[in-house]
């Protein structure tokens, strides 16, 4: 098909919005100009030269980086990366991911949505809540823009990701930390979000906490949320860091219970997160009181950890009674048991190639023993086994992206329908 001046001018905008690199194009003419495209791996012939060679479109290899995308019109092949992968598909040039699916044979987005087993990541740098196969490792889920430059809280859109939890029905709980001035190269003046929002599988958002772009301590007002858990009463109990305190709201928004002394043992330093135990209690990681404190509702501290802890950033109790906390400054995560021994320690910059201070800030048990763990600076997700043997994992060690296979200082990463030593959410969402 002729390449005509107004498809050539719409591929052009197209080009000049997308500030990628490493593109490799299946043709010359009928897709997207070739003064972009980038075939720096001589070892993978070109989508056009694949075709030519008789590979079936589900046989096409990408470039390390990038993905195959297929043109809406005529289908023909194009490897891109994953953030022009998005603009394509929204400019209506490229298939959407499920409809491509579905063409080549292959199991949708949508049919792998929300399975046991998935692990669901909050890509804080990039913006973003991604949802992996862990055998595949394709995303089969996102929220956000993926885009670590973009300010833009609102709807679709989250910003400086600290958090997010799988809840009933597929909806997903995901809380907007924001960014501070200069706390990512991509976004020197920061960005604040300061929301607690629930979506559904579409991105829709069903139920938010917060105004995007507002701090305070009021009514329906945060600062610098981290951390959100539906509670088995259906309300929201979140950890405000900024305002050093965690707040139980209901669904009417109205603040039920609410921890944060400003004096006193009990005083908070910038909390992490906030876990409800069976007992009724709040266990919760004073991040910068180098603590994990356990509470009462009436605000009695009834147990504390501080050994040897520095910047404690995640805590759960275990079914046996330990306690698994994140030890970020150490670059350690650390099982405790109920004489507060030592009984498991892994440190994350021992591996190859690591950053020499990750700050490991997430990890929690699955129920068949292995440990999930979001190793922030270094770019990675990973589950080990009792042993400390990596037994999978997501992201480049110590190398930030947004392409497949690639994360941006993660900050959470759980395993959908395991919540062995955390908050189990209820049954429904109301």
């Not at 490229?94 to 063409?103: D, G, N, R, T």
């Not at 698994?324 to 099982?335: A, K, Q």
Request: hydrophobic content about 35%.
């Amino acid at each position: 098909m002729p390449f005509s001046c107004k498809a050539a001018f719409f591929i052009m905008i197209l080009v000049s919005t997308i500030s990628t690199s490493n593109l490799t194009f299946a043709q010359s003419t009928d897709s997207i100009p070739n003064n972009i495209a980038n075939t720096q791996n001589a070892l993978i012939e070109s989508p056009l030269v694949q075709v030519k060679q008789g590979v079936s479109i589900q046989g096409i290899k990408c470039i390390e980086g990038t993905q195959l995308v297929l043109k809406a019109e005529d289908h023909s092949p194009a490897c891109v990366t994953a953030s022009a992968a998005q603009e394509l598909v929204i400019r209506g040039w490229a298939m959407s991911p499920s409809s491509q699916a579905e063409l080549i044979g292959g199991t949708s987005q949508a049919d792998m949505f929300n399975k046991p087993g998935n692990v669901l990541i909050s890509d804080q740098f990039n913006n973003r809540v991604i949802e992996i196969n862990p055998v595949t490792k394709d995303i089969v889920w996102s929220f956000g823009s993926g885009n670590s430059s973009l300010c833009n809280p609102g709807p679709g859109a989250i910003i400086g990701t600290n958090d997010a939890e799988r809840l009933s029905n597929g909806l997903t709980l995901i809380a907007g930390t924001g960014l501070s001035a200069n706390a990512s190269g991509s976004m020197p003046k920061g960005c604040i979000d300061n929301r607690v929002i629930v979506v559904n599988q579409t991105g829709q958002i069903v139920w938010q906490y917060g105004e995007a772009g507002v701090t305070g301590s009021g009514p329906n007002m945060l600062n610098v949320p981290v951390f959100a858990i539906q509670l088995p009463n259906h309300n929201f109990l979140i950890t405000d860091q900024g305002n050093n305190r965690i707040i139980e709201v209901n669904s009417a928004k109205q603040t039920v219970w609410s921890y944060g002394p400003s004096s006193g043992p009990g005083t908070l330093n910038s909390p992490n997160s906030a876990e409800l135990l069976p007992n009724g209690n709040i266990l919760i990681a004073d991040e910068n009181n180098n603590r994990v404190i356990e509470i009462t509702r009436d605000g009695n501290i009834v147990w504390q950890y501080d050994t040897g802890l520095q910047a404690a950033a995640f805590a759960s109790r275990l079914p046996d009674g330990n306690t698994l906390i994140v030890d970020s400054g150490h670059s350690r995560i650390l099982e405790i048991n109920m004489q507060n021994d030592t009984v498991f320690q892994y440190f994350t910059n021992a591996t190859s190639r690591s950053n020499p201070s990750p700050l490991p800030s997430n990890a929690v048990n699955l129920s068949n023993g292995e440990t999930v763990i979001a190793d922030q600076v270094n770019e990675r997700v990973i589950i080990i086994d009792s042993k400390g043997n990596t037994v999978f994992q997501y992201g480049r060690t110590n190398l930030a992206g947004v392409g497949p296979n690639e994360l941006n200082w993660p900050y959470t990463a759980f395993v959908i329908g395991d919540y062995t030593g955390q908050t189990p959410p209820p049954t429904s969402f109301q």
